[in-house]
């Protein structure tokens, strides 16, 4: 099962709780499930499971727990046809779990965007 639990992303408490009051804080609207363009809730769900297995649970990310890879400072929260907001999020730690991610990705055409919390968005 993918993981519904908020990441931890700092080693200091002051930074995490900075860090979930921004994510989490500045929604002022729920969160609602959303399936990649073009697929099925079942060809989801089996993609999940493809991922968890190669990334284990704590590498996918769905749920609530998306809210953390919200932008917290989204302009179109308010208009649910121009949100953009992510069906699940895989964290590879590998250029093997990349790999593994690419191959599901491709078997399932759901597609992907990447990006880093060093320097871009967080």
């Not at 769900?45 to 968890?52: C, D, G, N, S, Y």
């Not at 704590?58 to 953009?84: F, M, Q, T, W």
């Not at 907001?85 to 790999?99: G, T």
């Amino acid at each position: 099962m993918a993981s519904t639990k908020l990441p931890i992303r700092y080693q200091d408490p002051e930074y995490q709780e900075t860090h979930r009051a921004v994510f989490q804080g500045s929604l002022t609207r729920p969160l609602k499930q959303v399936l990649p363009p073009g697929v099925t809730h079942a060809d989801f769900k089996l993609a999940i499971e493809e991922f968890v297995r190669a990334l284990g649970p704590d590498g996918v990310i769905v749920g609530d727990a998306i809210s953390d890879y919200v932008d917290p400072y989204e302009l179109y929260e308010d208009n649910e046809s121009e949100r953009k907001v992510a069906s699940a999020a895989v964290l590879p730690r590998s250029v093997e779990e990349l790999q593994s991610i690419l191959k599901v990705a491709n078997k399932y055409t759901i597609p992907l965007w990447t990006f880093s919390r060093g320097k871009n968005l967080g």
